[in-house]
């Protein structure tokens, strides 16, 4: 019933869009008709070839396209009547000529149309204004809405990926609205480090803006681009900005899209009782040489009957132990118990806007809703957006602005937390049992064995006590003037105001279960956690523009002020055994309870100049610079003042370029070097005050006077010398545009020194009991590049025009430590050299192929317990090398394989054999036009990016790490090496050798190294946009359905189809919140 009831909306719509079709389209006799024909040509008196000309005349439209002579005919045009005609071409200025008459005989219109190069005037959003892009200096990529508001998507984040080279977005998980985590141009610092995210100029959670109410998102990456911005733009900045109302009447817009999302990787997993236990049981006993399943042979041969027999009852009542209990023979699906294959989602938005000669005004609002994959009591995210723009010219010198933005995000989910679900029950559940007993009461463990199935999360579940959420929300305001001093001379200022309160909870209750019939047991506890936070935020700007040309000399000048303070508040709390099991309140509870909090602030002065300089738009010249103190850091620290320099050659503004220009006619070299700081060395809010003294408290269990006293430790020792981190970048770009631009490119080679990094001190004597001091005392450098390249043309199809782009876009970047104190070389820490990400393992040479080989190899060699000691510790025959074993390469010929001192100096048999990094993240896109018809898409990859199994990557290893994993592959008894399988993917089958430390499995080695390299295509989108004739009828500007997904397709050289490429980059063993493919239907309407 659910599935009928959200599909309605969009037969509803379908049902519009049919009605519109079908519409009988009333025709008119014409008794006369005659012709329109001309030529048309550039400035220079050339013609041109390809031009569109729209003749709309008496509701009707009638089209052609001009030959290689400039010259085009329509026919059957009804005389003694009006016409507009419009001549479009790519790469010039629409021309429309209104009221034409066309009278009783044939008729005649020859025009010229004017070169009109986008990539030359071009606006682009940078620090504090707009710049053409013509003129920039710097290292800036700009998207637009295009790119962003008509894809099905929760956030911006979500948007953007693929979209920008080395614009890096990650996500931690697929839950619902999970917003990504920002880098610009690579590793950062040690000590981590984001870009600056500034919403309308101010900083801001972009995963919290409405993607519908983007205009542009500007992408400053070099230290040029962004030194207005100081101590927050060390690492990049993005610049969002928001819509604003056009010119001209009201209009509203109204847009919605309905989705379902599915799983990307494979949920085929083994769910017959008798393979998965056998599978678990054998790798069980040879590595304890008991069973798992504790299953007899009678138990085993029930299992077997239930493979074919379906009827047999999956539960049974036994004596065993001299107890009547159940025996489990289930052949379960415990996925999909869990998860549902399909969760929808929709979303509505709304925007009023207009203006008149002194005041335009916008309010916009969203509401986004997706319903997860928990099967039992469904997970929820709910977003709700609302901004409200107005701008009002007061006077012919001032001009006054308020930006307000409100959102809230809600998500609940059951349970005992959003991933804690995916983890507990990828242990024991297998399939041989199942999740409910015949009288309905939940299962938890089996009394063969006595473990606990999902470590108790189905139970949990089913119950449906326990549950949890975070809610989100923030609300800003902006108020800002704009005084026109003198013609050339403006004052800017703003002050805003952020307040973002933010909370979750948690509760947990105890369980039903049972195991014997008519016994009920309970599992886990009762306890109620929640937290509530605060952030407030004043940002006030001042700065004064001023711009002054005298014949080919251009000068812009800007200085400006900015002071930002932030407070930071948390209150938390705990309270066991509550009365109630549905109301949540620490009042409620009799048990134990605990309360805490902290709170913070931080501060931050500025003072910022930007001079630019051009001549005659050839030669142009930038020079940036800001003034910040800090309060993170002691006296005598707090203040660095950080320039940037900047400038560029137009080489195809220059006399001798004239010849080749027709062809290229744009060519730019670029140059930028500048220093930045970085005051955001932690995301410990203590790191807020690293140069004091601080001292924790706790409680002992000595009791005088009856209560147990408390303490305070010994305060570790600081540095007042303590500044900022600095980040110097130099940058060397290109920028191109041909063919009258329609092909346009970029190249960026850029290397950036982060230098100053706080860490630790010289180790102290343990004897002083406590940690040594943090001091700026490592360096790391990152080399890198981005190429963007897009073509962009108009061909004519059926007489009308067809608009088509296509774009790549690839960055790449490698990081190294330059200097980290680390003499002896330790590769457990920084050293110099090291390339971050580095995978240090062993090299493997196949497998024994005989008892024999195996056996001599362990006989010759003299330790190998770094990698086998698993196999060692083994009972009986299995406590030895056997066929099928892997067999590690002796590197340094000491037949020993071991990590040596685990140094540079010594590293025994290791090598770096990978790095985890992404290498050569790209995007590829490209869309099109015709007819009413639009077309858009996405793919986006990595060309690589090393990643070793975790422990726990269930999903991956099976049971050669935990031997009770509850999901298995479909085709994993294939990949198991056995005598007639000796050239199988995994080695002899045995438990816990990937689980365990000195493991075969465990340690890393070249063999079992993946490539997460892949290619996704990320978003997809065909529409429709209604004919004006028929739009004006029903007096509707516009009416545009349209069909979208996202993540469709991947294509990938990772080993295995049941983990996603990049969950596994996120997360080492690949158990969290799977990623979605999404599959939506829309419509936008304009009035």
């Not at 080919?552 to 930002?564: L, P, T």
């Not at 990094?757 to 450098?781: C, F, I, R």
Request: positive net charge; aromatic residues 14%.
């Amino acid at each position: 019933m659910q599935k009928t009831t959200w599909l309605k909306p969009i037969l509803h719509w379908l049902l519009f869009f049919l009605c519109f079709v079908v519409t009988p389209m009333s025709l008119m006799a014409q008794s006369n008709t005659v012709v329109l024909s001309g030529t048309v040509t550039n400035e220079k008196g050339e013609y041109l070839p390809g031009v569109t000309v729209m003749v709309q005349v008496e509701g009707k439209k009638f089209g052609a396209a001009t030959g290689g002579d400039g010259k085009y005919s329509i026919g059957k045009l009804p005389a003694n009547a009006t016409a507009q005609i419009i001549f479009t071409f790519l790469g010039y200025e629409t021309k429309t000529v209104e009221g034409f008459p066309i009278k009783n005989e044939n008729v005649t219109l020859s025009t010229q149309l004017k070169e009109n190069d986008k990539h030359l005037s071009e606006l682009v959003v940078v620090g504090y204004g707009t710049q053409k892009k013509v003129n920039l200096t710097g290292a800036v990529s700009q998207l637009d809405s295009k790119t962003i508001g008509t894809r099905s998507v929760a956030n911006i984040t979500q948007a953007i990926q693929g979209a920008v080279p080395n614009l890096n977005v990650t996500f931690g998980d697929g839950s619902p609205g999970k917003g990504g985590n920002i880098n610009i141009r690579g590793n950062t610092s040690i000590n981590g480090g984001s870009p600056l995210v500034l919403i309308d100029g101010v900083p801001g959670d972009i995963n919290l803006v409405n993607p519908r109410d983007v205009e542009t998102i500007s992408v400053l990456k070099d230290a040029a681009s962004s030194a207005i911005y100081g101590a927050r733009g060390a690492f990049g900045v993005i610049l969002v900005t928001t819509k604003r109302a056009k010119k001209g009447k009201a209009t509203v817009n109204y847009s919605n899209n309905f989705s379902y999302a599915t799983s990307t990787v494979s949920t085929d997993f083994i769910t017959s009782g008798y393979r998965s236990a056998k599978l678990n049981d054998e790798a069980f006993l040879r590595a304890t040489g008991n069973t798992y399943t504790r299953y007899t042979d009678k138990d085993y041969e029930e299992l077997l009957k239930r493979e074919t027999d379906k009827s047999l009852p999956s539960v049974v009542k036994d004596v065993r132990n001299n107890k009547e209990m159940y025996i489990y023979y289930g052949n379960t699906d415990w996925w999909h118990e869990m998860f549902r294959d399909v969760q929808p989602s929709m979303e509505h938005a709304l925007t009023f806007s207009g203006s008149t000669e002194k005041v335009d005004y916008m309010l916009s609002g969203r509401w986004y809703e997706k319903k997860g994959m928990m099967r039992i009591n469904q997970d929820k995210f709910n977003a709700y957006n609302m901004r409200a723009k107005i701008n009002a010219n007061v006077t012919p010198w001032l001009t006054l602005s308020s930006n307000t933005q409100f959102s809230a995000n809600n998500y609940t989910y059951p349970g005992w937390g959003v991933n804690d679900n995916f983890v507990s029950i990828t242990v024991h559940a297998l399939p041989s049992y199942v999740p409910r007993n015949p009288d309905g009461t939940a299962t938890y463990r089996t009394e063969l064995n006595n473990y606990t199935i999902g470590d108790g999360v189905y139970a949990d579940l089913l119950y449906g006590k326990s549950k949890g959420g975070t809610k989100n929300f923030d609300f800003s305001n902006t108020f800002g003037a704009t005084i026109k001093a003198t013609k050339d001379f403006n004052i800017i200022g703003n002050y805003t105001f952020d307040l973002n309160p933010y909370s979750s909870f948690s509760r947990r209750v105890e369980s039903p279960w049972s195991v014997f019939p008519g016994v009920i047991s309970y599992v886990g506890y009762d306890q109620y956690n929640e937290e509530a936070n605060m952030d407030q935020y004043h940002i006030v700007n001042l700065y004064g523009e001023y711009t002054k040309s005298l014949a080919k000399h251009n000068f812009k000048a800007m200085v400006g002020y900015n002071q930002e303070l932030k407070r930071y508040k948390q209150t938390k709390g705990m309270r066991k055994n509550l009365l109630s099991q549905d109301l949540n309140d620490f009042d409620l509870g009799s048990g134990d309870q605990t309360i805490g909090g902290r709170q913070s602030e931080w501060a931050l002065l500025g003072f910022f100049y930007r001079v630019n300089y051009d001549y005659a738009g050839k030669y142009l010249l930038e020079l940036n610079g800001r003034y910040d103190g800090s309060s993170r850091f002691p006296k005598g620290n707090k203040y660095g003042f950080f320039p940037s320099v900047s400038g560029a050659w137009r080489v195809s503004e220059e006399r001798f370029f004239e010849p080749v220009k027709n062809t290229v006619n744009d060519l730019k070299l670029r140059a930028s070097y500048g220093t930045l700081g970085n005051q955001q060395v932690s995301t410990d809010i203590r790191a807020n005050y690293p140069y004091i003294p601080l001292m924790d408290r706790g409680t002992s269990n000595y009791i005088v006077n009856g209560a147990k006293t408390e303490y305070l430790t010994v305060p570790a020792p600081t540095t007042q010398n303590l500044t900022w981190e600095k980040s110097t970048s130099t940058n060397l770009g290109v920028d191109v545009a041909l063919f009258k631009s329609r092909l346009t490119g970029s190249f960026d080679w850029y290397v950036r020194n982060t230098t100053d990094m706080l860490t630790k001190s010289k180790t102290l004597p343990a004897v002083y009991g406590a940690a040594e001091p943090k001091q700026n005392a490592a360096d790391l450098q990152t080399k890198g590049f981005e190429l963007a390249l897009a073509w962009a043309d108009q061909k004519q199809v059926g007489g009308k025009p067809f608009n088509y782009s296509i774009g790549v876009a690839v960055g790449d970047y490698k990081s190294r430590i330059t200097r980290f104190d680390n003499p002896s070389g330790t590769l457990s820490d920084y050293y110099v050299g090291q390339e971050l990400g580095e995978i240090w393992g062993y090299s493997v040479d196949g497998y024994f192929k005989t008892d024999k080989e195996a056996a001599d190899y362990q006989a010759m060699m003299k330790d190998l317990s770094s990698v086998h000691a698993q196999i060692f510790s083994a009972p009986g025959e299995w406590g030895k090398l056997l066929a099928g074993d892997m067999k590690f390469v002796d590197l340094n010929g000491d037949l020993n394989i071991s990590k040596g001192k685990n140094t540079l100096a010594d590293h025994g048999d290791l090598r770096v054999i990978g790095n985890k990094q992404p290498r050569y993240s790209y995007g590829i896109n490209g869309s099109a036009s015709w007819n009413g018809f639009d077309f858009y898409v996405l793919f986006q990859g990595i060309g690589k990016q090393n990643w070793y199994p975790g422990a726990n990557a269930d999903k991956f290893w099976g049971p050669y790490s935990r031997p009770y994993y509850s999901f298995l592959p479909q085709d994993f008894e294939s990949k198991v090496w056995s005598e007639q399988n000796p050239d199988a993917y995994f080695p002899r089958l045995r438990g816990y050798v990937a689980l365990n430390a000195k493991g075969e499995l465990t340690e890393v080695n070249d063999k079992y190294l993946q490539n997460l390299a892949y290619l996704r295509l990320k978003s997809l989108t065909l529409g429709y946009s209604l004919p004006a004739t028929w739009m004006k009828r029903v007096k509707m500007e516009r009416a545009r359905f349209y069909f979208s997904g996202e993540n469709l397709l991947t294509f990938t050289k990772f080993d295995t189809k049941y983990i996603d490429p990049e969950m596994a980059a996120a997360e080492a063993n690949g158990r969290v919140y799977p990623v979605s493919k999404t599959f939506s239907f829309g419509l936008d309407i304009t009035f």
